[in-house]
């Protein structure tokens, strides 16, 4: 088990801090959007005390930090990650209020959560996508993880059940910005 996340972690016109219950206030648009959920095991959020509620009762393996912009302190998305295998496995998960699309906004913040995990001694950080999720399967090859294998009929969603691509990079790949 790890301890409670406190760290802010300042990158560039990004600056992450730990997710709190009342960033739900900002981040339920995100959650309860069909389309941005599309990919998710869970369904859409209807309801603002639903993702009050997941704020509040995030497992003690995951650390969660806000993504916000440099000098303002609303949430426009998150990244988690959560130790599988302690001190040497992590697995990372993202969200970004769909306004902030196409701005590079995730790769930074997934990218700066990563160099975080990497510097403390993670050796492997993995992420599972749906394999139609596009947009997250480039975001993952940008960072340069590898694709590692499909899992067949792996999550029963609100969609029915998927596949999952899983995807992994290891610390001595690591390099941000890519060359």
Known sequence: MIARETLVIEAGRLRLRPRRVEDAEALFASLADPELMRWWS??????????????????????????????EDSAIGYVAAGEKRQGNVSEIGYLLAREHWGSGIAIE?????????????????????????????????????????TLRGEWETHIGVRDTALYGLLREEWRWPRT
């Open 42 to 71: 869970s369904a859409p959020h209807e309801s603002i005390d639903k993702t009050r509620a997941e704020f509040a009762r995030t497992p003690p393996d995951w650390r969660t930090w806000a993504i916000t912009r440099t000098g």
């Open 109 to 149: 913040a997934v990218a700066a959560v990563i160099g975080h995990l990497f510097a403390e001694g993670q050796r492997r950080v993995f992420a599972d996508t749906d394999p139609d999720n596009a947009h997250s399967r480039a975001l993952l090859e940008r960072l340069g993880f590898q694709l590692e294998g």
